[in-house]
């Protein structure tokens, strides 16, 4: 992506917002520091700034709402390629003895995997899929009487 495209995101958003960031990009910097660590306070710790007057600023702002929107969105579909990846292509463990490495395992989590589904398919998590209702992983045809 080239710089103006970057920056094309934060088009919209006050001088004002603006203003309390510095400047456009760090505006951006911050929006994509909050995808990263999933929360407008911790992006706003890391930040140094103080999350209170970082909110008033996204509720003052209706660009800022939809960017902070946007972006705490895009850090729950990294958390859940993280579950994904986890679960499917596992995760090295080290082996510690006496406080010295002694080797590594690769693991898998089925409770990534679990929880991945939960999230991304209605089967496991008991919502209505295509005109099914699914409880207790049993099938129920919903049927419509009129």
Same mark, same amino acid.
């Not at 990263?36 to 660009?63: F, H, K, M, Y």
């Not at 960017?67 to 969105?73: D, G, I, Q, T, W």
């Not at 209505?128 to 207790?136: E, P």
């Given at each position: 992506?080239?710089?103006?495209?970057?920056?094309? %995101?934060?088009?919209?958003?006050?001088?004002?917002?603006?203003?309390?960031? @510095?400047?456009?990009?760090?505006?951006?910097?911050?929006? /994509?520091?909050?995808?990263?660590?999933?929360s407008?306070a911790?992006?706003?710790s #890391?930040?140094r700034l103080?999350?209170?007057? %970082?909110?008033?600023?996204? &509720?003052?702002?209706v660009?800022?709402?939809?960017?902070?929107? #946007?972006?705490?969105?895009?850090?729950?579909?990294?958390?859940?390629?993280?579950l *994904?990846? #986890?679960?499917?292509? @596992? *995760?090295?463990?080290?082996?510690?003895?006496d406080?010295?490495?002694?080797?590594?395992?690769?693991?898998?989590?089925?409770?990534?995997?679990?929880?991945?589904l939960?999230?991304?398919?209605?089967? *496991? &998590? &008991?919502?209505? %899929?295509a005109?099914?209702?699914?409880? /207790?992983?049993?099938?129920v045809?919903?049927?419509?009487?009129?």
């Amino acid at each position: 992506m080239t710089q103006v495209s970057n920056l094309k %995101v934060v088009e919209g958003i006050s001088k004002q917002s603006i203003s309390f960031f @510095g400047t456009k990009k760090k505006v951006k910097e911050f929006f /994509d520091l909050v995808a990263t660590c999933g929360s407008v306070a911790l992006a706003s710790s #890391r930040s140094r700034l103080s999350p209170l007057e %970082v909110q008033e600023v996204i &509720n003052n702002d209706v660009a800022m709402q939809k960017l902070a929107s #946007r972006s705490l969105k895009l850090a729950l579909e990294i958390a859940e390629g993280i579950l *994904y990846d #986890r679960a499917v292509n @596992g *995760y090295t463990e080290e082996t510690i003895v006496d406080g010295v490495k002694t080797g590594e395992k690769k693991k898998y989590s089925d409770s990534c995997l679990v929880n991945y589904l939960k999230a991304n398919s209605g089967k *496991y &998590n &008991n919502k209505s %899929v295509a005109g099914t209702a699914i409880s /207790d992983n049993i099938d129920v045809e919903v049927v419509d009487f009129e």
